[in-house]
């Protein structure tokens, strides 16, 4: 087209690797820890899918024998809400292994230990199920600490 300017691109070099690429590159062997961490954050993925559906579910009115979504007060309306999408993102990310994962997974589990603390009557949870949340947290902290110090 006459007018326009051609759209300049670095051009790589013989030899050189394309720097479109997008695996990582190959660095040291996953170690034992790191290795338990992943299977760690997909597992916990997993209860957290489950955890989204249940939500879903309930928006949906798909669970014989409990209330109709509709006549739930707003603020219990939009925890669930929120619930369903929060937990879901953080399940995804959390089965990629990706930094944001476990992010969005964190908020997840303390904004639902939050109002279950401070608003019962919106996020009703039995006192040992607050204590697993937190048990699980522990263990993603003390599990993602050892393997940072065995990648040292």
Avoid: H
């Avoid at 590159?25 to 954050?41: E, K, R």
């Avoid at 916990?44 to 879903?56: Q, V």
């Avoid at 219990?76 to 369903?84: K, L, N, T």
């Avoid at 639902?112 to 937190?134: D, E, I, K, R």
């Amino acid at each position: 087209m006459p007018g326009s300017f051609p759209i300049r691109r670095k051009g790589a070099r013989p030899g050189d690797a394309p720097t479109d690429r997008i695996e990582r590159a190959s660095g040291p062997a996953p170690g034992a820890w790191d290795t338990v961490l992943v299977w760690f954050m997909r597992i916990t993925a997993l209860f957290w899918l489950a955890k989204s559906i249940a939500s879903w579910a309930t928006i949906l009115d798909v669970l014989p024998g409990s209330r109709p979504f509709e006549i739930e007060p707003f603020g219990r309306q939009a925890a669930i809400v929120y619930f369903a999408v929060v937990d879901a993102a953080a399940a995804i990310g959390l089965w990629l292994t990706s930094a944001w994962g476990g992010v969005i997974w964190l908020l997840a589990v303390t904004s639902a230990m939050t109002l279950a603390v401070l608003t019962p009557q919106l996020v009703p949870m039995p006192m040992p199920l607050l204590v697993f949340g937190l048990t699980v947290v522990l263990m993603y902290f003390l599990l993602s600490w050892l393997a940072a110090q065995e990648a040292r």
